[in-house]
């Protein structure tokens, strides 16, 4: 599958912050290095409207909904020291239409 390019400006989240996106309120939770040495982050994603709190896990290039729109992870970097871990999203373009 053909990856969809990005659009707009990467936001930069980091642990423990709560960060909005339209009405969606995004966190990042927690962010670990798998035993293969892939970073992961698990993200919490609350609707207030509905009420409903989705978790995913996530990786470096995974797509994701937040709201009607789609992001694409494009960094994790676990935290050192004092500094917390973070992740870094980008707005991916809308699939266009495709003839019949």
Same mark, same amino acid.
């Given at each position: 599958? +053909?990856?969809?390019?990005?659009?707009?400006?990467?936001?930069?989240?980091?642990? +423990?912050?709560?960060?909005?996106?339209? &009405?969606?309120?995004?966190?990042?939770?927690?962010?670990?290095?798998? !035993?293969?040495? +892939?970073?992961?982050?698990?993200? &919490? %994603?609350?609707? *207030?409207? +509905?009420?409903?709190?989705?978790?995913?896990?996530?990786?470096?290039?995974?797509? %994701?909904?937040?709201? &009607?729109?789609?992001?694409?992870?494009?960094? %994790?970097?676990?935290?050192?020291?004092?500094?917390?871990?973070? %992740? !870094?999203?980008? *707005?991916?373009?809308?699939? &266009?239409?495709? *003839?019949?």
């Amino acid at each position: 599958m +053909t990856k969809q390019a990005t659009t707009g400006e990467a936001k930069r989240l980091k642990q +423990t912050g709560n960060y909005r996106f339209g &009405s969606q309120q995004v966190g990042v939770m927690n962010v670990w290095r798998e !035993e293969a040495g +892939t970073m992961i982050a698990q993200l &919490s %994603i609350f609707d *207030p409207a +509905t009420k409903k709190d989705d978790e995913l896990r996530v990786r470096v290039d995974d797509e %994701i909904a937040i709201g &009607s729109d789609r992001y694409r992870i494009l960094q %994790i970097v676990g935290g050192q020291g004092n500094e917390y871990a973070w %992740i !870094e999203i980008a *707005p991916i373009a809308a699939p &266009s239409a495709q *003839p019949n």
